[in-house]
Each structure stands twice: as structure tokens, then as C-alpha cells.
Nanobody, 124 residues
Framework: QVQLVESGGGLVQAGGSLRLSCAASGRTVSSVAMGWFRQAPGKEREFVAS????????YYTDSVRGRFTISRDNAKNTVYLQMNSLKPEDTAVYYCAAASSFLASATPGNYNDWGQGTQVTVSS
């Protein structure tokens, strides 16, 4: 099992930027895909971005493509989500997750381990 701890959330004005970090401990996550999901109040958890192992292939949901960038530093056992041009509709709790394989996925069921989440609030 791996423990994931997100950080970097906060309050930002529309158009601003935030960088989320996800630090993994307990075991290395360098051999599995990693993902970011988010959940807004009253809504289901939704996929944001994922990154595969080795080739670092990335996937994004349409609403964030071109504004968000997922990256990973396997040496530091850390995954990042750079969020630019933030919009009020990006407001949510953001969760980091470790997949069960090296393949990037948008399906929550393909992720075994989840962090506790970090709040991102974008004001208009």
C-alpha cells in the first residue's frame, strides 16, 4: 500500500495559477501510472489528468486540456499538477491516485490508492 499526500491547494482568483503536489510514501510509485481527480460539491468525482509510467504519456479531460499539466518526478516519488488560467468551475477538492498498473487511465476503478485531497477554490 502507498500513502499519498496532496499539497498546494488554496484560494486563487480566476486566471491565476496553482501547482499541486502529491508525495508518495510506503512504496515507490515509479512503476505505476498516476492520476488526478476532482470532486466539486454535489457532484461525482471526475477525472482530471493521468500520466503513465516510463513513457510519461499524459491524458487530460477536455475541460482542462491546454491549461493543466501533469508531470512526475520518479526520483522524488512525487506527481505534480500545474494549473494555469484557472476558472471558477475548477473549484473542487483535488485527489491524487496511484493506479494498479503502468497504464494511464481515466477510470477511478483502475486506481488502488488515494490521497485525502486538497481544496482548490477559484474566485470570480
Amino acid at each position: 500500500q502507498v500513502q499519498l499526500v496532496e499539497s498546494g491547494g488554496g484560494l486563487v482568483q480566476a486566471g491565476g495559477s496553482l501547482r499541486l503536489s502529491c508525495a508518495a510514501s510506503g512504496r515507490t510509485v515509479s512503476s505505476v501510472a498516476m492520476g488526478w481527480f476532482r470532486q466539486a460539491p454535489g457532484k461525482e468525482r471526475e477525472f482530471v489528468a493521468s500520466i503513465s509510467w516510463r513513457t510519461a504519456v499524459t491524458y487530460y479531460t477536455d475541460s482542462v486540456r491546454g491549461r493543466f499539466t501533469i508531470s512526475r518526478d520518479n526520483a522524488k516519488n512525487t506527481v505534480y499538477l500545474q494549473m494555469n488560467s484557472l476558472k471558477p468551475e475548477d473549484t473542487a477538492v483535488y485527489y491524487c491516485a496511484a493506479a494498479s498498473s503502468f497504464l494511464a487511465s481515466a477510470t477511478p476503478g483502475n486506481y488502488n490508492d488515494w490521497g485525502q485531497g486538497t481544496q482548490v477554490t477559484v474566485s470570480s
